[in-house]
C-alpha cells in the first residue's frame, strides 16, 4: 500500500518546538497542512512564526484556554514532553516535571480536544515500555513493564484511547524508538563522545535498540493523522545490537572505539535505566501496513551518517 494521501487538514501541535516537535511541524506543513503550535515564550514564537507555523501561548494545563485554542482543529498533536538532559536523567526531581505533563497535561489536552470536537488526537509515547524479549520481535500487543518511569507513558496512552471511547473520534498512540538526529541534545553529546573515541553501550552489547531518526519520527506524526486509532510502534526497519549501534556512531563521527561504557554495569542503577538497558527489538510493521509511512533511514547506520553530516 503507497503512503495515504490525506486533505489538508487544521493541525495544532504542542511540543512543537521540542526534538521531534522541531522536525513534525515542518513535515507537516511540507505536507499541506495548517499547523498552529503551543509557544512557551516570544523566542519560540516567531521561530514557530518564521517556519510558517501559527504560535499560540496557552499553558498546558489550562483545560478552558487549551479548548479555546484547539477550537476549529481537525487533529491534535501533543508531543509535549520534559525528559530531563543526560545530566540530570537520574533526578526523581527532574523526572517529576516530566511526570505532570505527560499525566495531568495529556488528560487535559484530551478533555480540551473533547471539548473543542476535534477529531483525532495523536500522543506521543516510547517502544521502551516493552518486557525485554531477547532477539525476539516485539509487536504492539507484546507484554510491557510497569516501573515507575513510564507511569506517565502509560497515562498518556490512556488519555489518548479515552479519547476515542468519549469522542467518536480517532485516538493514535505513536510509541517512538530512541530518537537521534540533530536537534535532540542526547544525540549531539553521544556523537561529541563518539569522536573522543567513547561508546554509550547501555545493558548487553548483543540485546537490541530500536531507534528511530528524528526526520521518520516527523514523516510518522504526518500519517498518524490518517491511521486508523490504535497504538503503533514508530522505529526504524532494522533494529541494531547495542554493539553494532555503537560502532554505526562511531563509523559517522570518523572514529574507533577504545571504551564502551557503562555496559553491563548500567543494570547497576536498577529501575531509573530500566528503558533503556533491555533488548528490544522492535517492529514497525503495524504502522507501516496501517498508513504506508516508512522510514527515510533503514537502520541508524544511515542515520548516523546522515546526522554527522547534519552535526559538522
Ligand atoms: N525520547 C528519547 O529517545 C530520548 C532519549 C534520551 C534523551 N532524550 C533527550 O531528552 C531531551 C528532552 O526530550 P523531550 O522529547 O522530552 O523534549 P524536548 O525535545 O525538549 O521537547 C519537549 C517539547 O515539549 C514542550 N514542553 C515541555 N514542558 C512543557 C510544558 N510544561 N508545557 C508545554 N510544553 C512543554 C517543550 O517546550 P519548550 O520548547 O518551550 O521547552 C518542547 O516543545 C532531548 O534533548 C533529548 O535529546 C530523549
Known amino acids: 500500500m503507497g503512503p495515504l494521501t490525506l486533505e489538508r487538514m487544521r493541525v495544532f501541535v504542542t511540543g512543537g518546538t521540542g526534538a521531534i516537535g522541531g522536525h513534525a511541524v515542518p513535515a507537516l506543513l511540507t505536507a499541506g497542512h495548517a499547523v498552529t503550535a503551543l509557544a512557551r515564550t516570544p523566542a519560540k514564537a516567531a521561530a514557530l512564526r518564521d517556519r510558517g507555523a501559527t504560535p499560540v501561548t496557552v499553558s498546558l494545563f489550562d483545560r478552558e484556554a487549551l479548548t479555546s485554542a484547539f477550537a476549529g482543529h481537525d487533529a491534535v498533536v501533543n508531543l509535549a514532553s520534559a525528559i530531563p538532559p543526560m545530566s540530570r536523567f537520574m533526578s526523581a526531581r527532574a523526572q517529576r516535571e516530566n511526570h505532570r505533563v505527560r499525566t495531568e497535561g495529556s488528560a487535559a489536552v484530551v478533555d480540551a480536544a473533547l471539548a473543542a470536537g476535534v477529531g483525532r ?163 514497525n510493521a503495524r504502522f507501516r501496513e496501517a498508513t504506508g509511512w516508512a522510514p527515510r533511514y533503514p537502520s541508524a547506520r544511515e542515520g548516523w551518517l546522515a546526522t554527522a553530516a547534519a552535526l559538522t
Open 121 to 283: 488526537v495523536v500522543q506521543e509515547s516510547v517502544s521502551m515500555l516493552y518486557r525485554d524479549q531477547g532477539d525476539r520481535w516485539i509487536g504492539e500487543d507484546a507484554p510491557v513493564d510497569h516501573f515507575p518511569l513510564t507511569r506517565g507513558n502509560f497515562a498518556a496512552e490512556s488519555s489518548a484511547h479515552r479519547f476515542g471511547k468519549e469522542g467518536g473520534g480517532a485516538g493514535v498512540v505513536l510509541r517512538f524508538g530512541w530518537f537521534y538526529g540533530p536537534g535532540a541534545e542526547h544525540s549531539e553529546q553521544m556523537y561529541a563522545q563518539a569522536r573522543h573515541h567513547v561508546g554509550m553501550v547501555l545493558g548487553r552489547p548483543d540485546g537490541y535498540v530500536s531507534s528511530i531518526h528524528l526526520a521518520d519520527a516527523a514523516t510518522a506524526v504526518v500519517a498518524a493523522l490518517g491511521a486508523p486509532a490504535g497504538t503503533y510502534n514508530v522505529v526504524d526497519d532494522e533494529p541494531l545490537t547495542k554493539r553494532a549501534y555503537a560502532d554505526a556512531l562511531a563509523r559517522a563521527a570518523g572514529s574507533r572505539l577504545w571504551l564502551r561504557v557503562p555496559g553491563r554495569a548500567a543494570h547497576l542503577f536498577g529501575h531509573r535505566l530500566t528503558s533503556l538497558t533491555r533488548s528490544l527489538r522492535v517492529s
